[in-house]
């Protein structure tokens, strides 16, 4: 086997991050500047605690709800985009599961969802800077603030 130099190994090192990045720049989340960008369609999942914010507007969603909220302690920035749908009962703009504290959601504007926002149990919710029209409910649920 052939030994490689302090050269090769720094060339292929800087093409092995050149491919992870180039990999994660079209990839449908993004990892950058400390947050993961939601790029695509509808039914994207938050499953770890973090920063989150949309890079442009979802929809339009069918029977799909636009986000799934699986963790607590996530700030979520929809960074003034919209979550669209097409007033399906089944489906929610923002759909916070389960008994999740810590969960804060900025900058939507939410509308054709038959519940713009729905959340389960938990603690510590906030919503600013939100508008949130729906053909039921804006927000729904038990939490305590």
Do not use: H
């Amino acid at each position: 086997m052939e030994k490689r130099g302090p050269i090769q190994i720094i060339l292929l090192s800087l093409v092995f991050i050149t491919l992870v990045f180039i990999i994660f720049s079209y990839s449908r989340i993004n990892f950058l500047t400390g947050f993961a960008v939601f790029q695509g369609g509808c039914a994207n999942y938050i499953n770890s605690a973090g920063n989150w914010e949309l890079n442009n507007s979802l929809g339009l969603c069918g029977n799909s709800t636009g986000i799934y909220m699986n963790s607590s302690n996530v700030y979520f920035d929809c960074r003034n985009y919209k979550i669209v749908g097409n007033a399906s009962r089944n489906a929610y703009g923002i759909l916070v599961f389960g008994n999740l504290n810590n969960v804060s959601i900025d900058n939507c504007a939410i509308e054709g969802f038959n519940n713009a926002i729905f959340v389960g149990t938990g603690s510590n919710l906030k919503v600013k800077n939100t508008n949130a029209g729906a053909f039921g409910n804006c927000v729904v649920g038990n939490w305590t603030d």
